[in-house]
T-cell receptor, first 114, second 110 residues
Framework: EAGVTQSPTHLIKTRGQQVTLRCSPI?????VYWYQQALGLGLQFLLW???????NRGNFPPRFSGRQFPNYSSELNVNALELEDSALYLC?????????????FGEGSRLTVL | GNSVTQMEGPVTLSEEAFLTINCTYT??????LFWYVQYPGEGLQLLLK?????DKGSNKGFEATYRKETTSFHLEKGSVQVSDSAVYFC?????????FGSGTKLNVKP
């Protein structure tokens, strides 16, 4: 069974540009979470999607946005990139339901903003 | 507020040494608690979890006990191996959100 897949694995952008990161969850998982892992700052929660709806959002500006498609894959968009957006962006998926289940993580997309 | 605090690393140990990585949390309600591990070049994966007070999670020789009175979930292993070298993240879940600590890097030397 395929795990959570993310693309691209690495990318370099310049300030002011826009980027789209993609995530495919494990088959059967309807929830997708996005996290930012900046150097030395641990994982910061960005967004949670479930059944195509945004369910929760972390403390990030509106230029961070995303969506979930009918097949439960997801995109994270970051507009007007800033240098501090350089980080590893991790996607995780989980089974549906209210009970706290396990998160399955992808290997991340490493974004460098110059 | 709601947060997870874990000891700063890196932690460097010799093989077969005893490991403790401290984790404390602040939360309203009764969160579930987790330890995730990130091996070099890989994504995070669940190591163990505990869903209520006094529960003990265990896996691969690692253990952590949910201590409500001290709001802690310290990770322990009696004898570490070189293959345990990784970054360890403490996390809590409640109100439909996972919160992660900043991670503790463990280096185990042969």
């Amino acid at each position: 069974e395929a795990g959570v897949t993310q693309s691209p694995t690495h990318l370099i952008k310049t300030r002011g540009q826009q980027v789209t990161l993609r995530c495919s969850p494990i088959s059967g998982h309807t929830s997708v979470y996005w996290y930012q892992q900046a150097l030395g700052l641990g994982l910061q929660f960005l967004l949670w999607y479930d059944e195509g709806e945004e369910r929760n959002r972390g403390n990030f500006p509106p230029r961070f946005s995303g969506r979930q498609f009918p097949n439960y894959s997801s995109e994270l968009n970051v507009n007007a990139l800033e240098l501090e957006d350089s980080a590893l962006y991790l996607c995780a998926s989980s089974l549906p339901g209210v009970a706290p289940g396990e998160l399955f993580f992808g290997e991340g997309s490493r974004l460098t903003v110059l | 507020g709601n947060s997870v605090t874990q000891m700063e690393g890196p932690v460097t140990l010799s093989e077969e040494a005893f490991l403790t990585i401290n984790c404390t949390y602040t939360a309203t309600g009764y969160p579930s608690l987790f330890w995730y591990v990130q091996y070099p070049g890989e994504g995070l994966q669940l190591l163990l979890k505990a869903t209520k007070a006094d529960d003990k999670g265990s896996n691969k020789g690692f253990e952590a006990t949910y201590r409500k009175e001290t709001t802690s979930f310290h990770l322990e292993k009696g004898s570490v191996q070189v293959s345990d070298s990784a970054v360890y993240f403490c996390a809590r879940y409640n109100f439909n959100k996972f919160y992660f600590g900043s991670g503790t890097k463990l280096n185990v030397k042969p």
